[in-house]
């Protein structure tokens, strides 16, 4: 009586399809590729200032470019808060004589000028919150300090700085039921 040997339903089904779960292992990470560069090259700076590029702003002596991080609407970041990213680089002589850049909804006070902007004076980022009730047709100022104590500021609308969270802040107002706070 000779003894027959069966094999397990898994080593066989495990046999037959080996190579092509191998395949798949690498076709999924090269399907996921040009994402990853993509982001590499935006965090990195290759690609530029950020995704939209705002342009430059004149605040008192100094110039600056400004630049969306990224063409998405706020969102959480970190925290609960709804926040947008936002990326700021100086030019020419604001590279030595500006100490601090800031960015704010709303003209802020001069004790509180906003959200710092950190990184090197080349590429510098700020997680800007938008607060609840945030009008559509709100105005981001840019607030710079010198080394020397000198504080200027410039403005701009919200639609040209970030037409996507605009257009979110449209979009939330409009959801918003009539009397909510």
Not at 21 to 26: D, F, K, N, Q, Y
Not at 88 to 101: F, H, I, Q
Not at 126 to 146: H, K, N, R, S
Not at 159 to 166: C, F, I, K, L, R
Request: proline fraction near 11%; charge should be negative.
């Amino acid at each position: 009586m000779s003894a027959t040997t069966r094999r397990a339903p898994v080593s066989h089904w495990w046999l037959k399809w080996r190579f092509h779960l191998g395949a798949l292992m690498v076709v999924v990470p090269l399907a996921c590729l040009p994402n990853y560069l993509a982001s590499v090259a935006l965090h990195s700076g290759e690609s530029g200032l950020g995704s939209r590029e705002i342009g430059e702003r004149t605040a008192g002596p100094w110039t600056v470019r400004l630049a969306e991080h990224e063409l998405t609407p706020p969102g959480p970041h970190e925290t609960p808060q709804t926040v947008k990213t936002f990326e700021l680089a100086l030019t020419g002589p604001a590279v030595t004589e500006v100490r601090a850049a800031y960015i704010a909804i709303g003209r802020p006070p001069e004790s509180a000028p906003g959200v710092i902007f950190t990184g090197s004076p080349y590429r510098m980022a700020a997680d800007l919150p938008v607060p609840d009730g945030t009008a559509p047709d709100a105005e981001l100022w840019l607030t710079l300090e010198g080394w020397n104590g000198s504080v200027h500021q410039t403005s701009l609308p919200l639609s040209e700085a970030s037409p996507v969270s605009a257009e979110w802040l449209k979009a939330r107002a409009a959801a918003k039921p009539a009397g909510a706070p």
